[in-house]
């Protein structure tokens, strides 16, 4: 049987709009998710109850590693994945179904709770199928260029598996957020590698902005090696001094790696400064987190983590989203302030979120700031964002296809 191309399955693709590429549904659902999670996690922190006995620490971490950060992944990954292999299975029914799993995984959670079994079921169900469809098509295609994307969501449907089984091991609970966060912050760096000098290259030469980003070359790999070994040291040594040093090291590598790569000099592009915000966020909150383990009096464990999370996965997704959603709509890649304010709310959530364990009694007055911007940048993605994802595409402007 001769497999469809992707081009193919696009164009011929006659249902709903929001269904015809799978980047789509996800960004719409992750923005929707997360502008109202997190503010209902900080409600229940804040007033020391719970949300119909759910809303949990384990609900809130479980749902932003598992549910929020996979789903931008997942539809970022349909887009790059076909431009790897040139075929995926990306519209229409197949997409309906992969799309209800995920959001079936939600609601089971926060009706049913994270430890019933039939929920556990369906939400540990979401990323084996992705992970398998994702290697399926790679294989298919004799690409081995690209597997770390496979890896990465074969491990994260791994950890979240591990989280689910905590009751039953509690060290696997801690163990699997680290595994988690240690993957999403791999699959920044080593694709964040790639995307940032690249489309910082494009716009400097387009306007003639001077000096290009640095190469690729030995520096590059060895940061991206250090980064690796550090993140699977922290896995399994997580408060070993060595380990500390490890990641701080890798921070300062990937640090020059961003200094390499000029983003200085694209200051007047949102699309493009935003993304070297976001790969700070990942040095910054590596670097923290090695500063956490060896000097804990100096900087709070909870502070590091969310750099990692609030910072380096909250910047840089919705760098992703907003870029891809033009992009693969047919807009021309251009921002107004609406999404440059987007981009600072996201920013400053972040940083507040940071820096509260820092401020004392007055941390949950700082938190509940946070999760309000958080909430408004996402929200605001949601407004300005959702209806180019739920409409047909608009009239091709300039070269499409970025994601690689």
């Known amino acids: 049987m001769t497999m469809r191309t992707t081009a193919q399955i696009v164009r011929e693709y006659r249902g709903p709009a929001l269904f015809s590429f799978g980047f789509r549904p996800f960004f719409l659902l992750a923005g929707i998710f997360s502008a109202l999670a997190v503010p209902l996690w900080i409600t229940a922190l804040v007033s020391g109850g719970t949300f119909a006995g759910t809303a949990t620490r384990d609900w809130h971490v479980h749902e932003m590693l598992f549910g929020y950060a996979p789903a931008v992944a997942v539809g ?29 995984g939600r609601a089971a959670i926060l ?35 690209n597997l770390v994307p496979c890896i990465v969501v074969t491990l994260l449907g791994a950890a979240n598996l591990g989280f689910h089984l905590r009751g039953l091991h509690p060290v696997a609970g801690a163990a699997s957020e680290r595994a988690a966060i240690g993957a999403i912050m791999l699959l920044i760096a080593i694709m964040g590698g790639r995307l940032v000098p690249s489309f910082t290259r494009n716009w400097i030469a387009h306007h003639k902005g001077g000096s290009e980003p640095a190469p690729y070359d030995r520096l590059d790999a060895g940061a991206a090696i250090l980064t ?4 699977a040291a922290w896995l399994v040594l997580p408060t070993e ?40 966020w990942l040095g910054c909150g590596l670097l923290l987190l090695g500063f956490a383990i060896c000097a804990p009096q100096m900087i709070p464990f909870s502070s590091a983590i969310h750099a990692l999370t609030s910072g380096a996965i909250g910047v840089m997704t919705l760098a992703m989203m907003t870029r891809t959603t033009l992009s693969h709509t047919g807009r021309p890649r251009r921002v107004g302030r609406a999404t440059v304010s987007i981009y600072l709310l996201v920013n400053a959530a972040a940083l507040l979120r ?3 364990p820092m401020l004392g009694n007055a941390q949950f007055y700082i938190l509940a700031v946070s999760a309000a911007l958080w909430s408004g940048a996402f929200g605001l993605f949601v407004l300005v964002y959702g209806p180019m994802l739920a409409a047909h595409r608009a009239a091709s402007v300039g070269r499409q296809g970025e994601a690689k």
């Open 111 to 145: 009706v049913a709770g994270m430890d019933n079994l039939v929920a556990a079921s369906l939400d540990a169900a979401f990323l084996p199928v992705f992970a398998g469809t994702l290697w399926r098509e790679q294989i298919a295609a004799r690409n081995g260029r």
């Open 76 to 104: 970022y990954l349909m887009i790059a994945g076909a431009n790897w292999t040139g075929h995926y299975p990306v519209a229409g029914r197949p997409l309906m179904l992969l799309t209800g799993l995920w959001f079936a």
């Open 228 to 231: 690796a070994l550090s993140l």
């Open 241 to 280: 001094p060595l380990t500390g040093v490890l990641l701080g090291l890798s921070g300062l590598g990937l640090l020059f790696r961003l200094c390499r790569w000029r983003g200085w000099a694209a200051w007047r592009e949102p699309l493009v400064w935003v993304l070297h915000l976001g790969y700070l």
């Open 354 to 356: 940071v820096l509260a």
